[in-house]
């Protein structure tokens, strides 16, 4: 079973950037989808980013396009989350997530679909 670390979280002003990332051991990375997820104070957590196996497919929750980017690393079992332009509604906790699936190009946006999560990292975004 895959174990999951997150950090790169912090405090930052309206516009600044941030790089998450997300540490797996204890598994086969490069046989993971992955997603990063987020939850702010009283609200649902939702999907953010996902990847597929490969790294060659990503899909995004429509009002972050543009500003945040995942991308993996098989090599060092890391995910990223690259974050610019950042606004106070990005303001959470976020979560990378973890799922096994045999097919390489396939991602989901579904947290349920996710068997293993971290335990998150606090972004702040101040305005």
């Known amino acids: 079973q895959v174990q999951l670390v997150e950090s790169g979280g912090g405090l930052v002003q309206a516009g600044g950037s941030l790089r998450l990332s997300c540490l797996a051991s204890?598994?086969?990375?490069?046989?993971?989808?992955m997603g990063w997820f987020r939850q702010a104070p009283g609200k649902e957590r939702e999907f953010v980013a996902a990847?597929?196996?490969?790294?060659?497919?990503?899909t995004y929750k429509d009002s972050v396009k543009g500003r945040l980017t995942i991308s993996r690393d098989n090599a060092k079992n890391t995910v990223y989350l690259q974050m610019n332009s950042l606004k106070p509604e990005d303001t959470a906790v976020y979560y990378c997530?973890?799922?096994?699936?045999?097919?390489?190009?396939?991602?989901?946006?579904?947290?349920?679909?996710?068997?293993?999560w971290g335990q998150g990292t606090q972004v702040t975004v101040s305005s």
């Open positions: 204890r598994g086969t990375f490069a046989s993971y989808r």
């Open positions: 990847i597929s196996r490969s790294g060659g497919k990503t």
């Open positions: 997530a973890a799922d096994w699936t045999p097919r390489p190009e396939e991602y989901s946006v579904r947290a349920g679909a996710y068997d293993y």
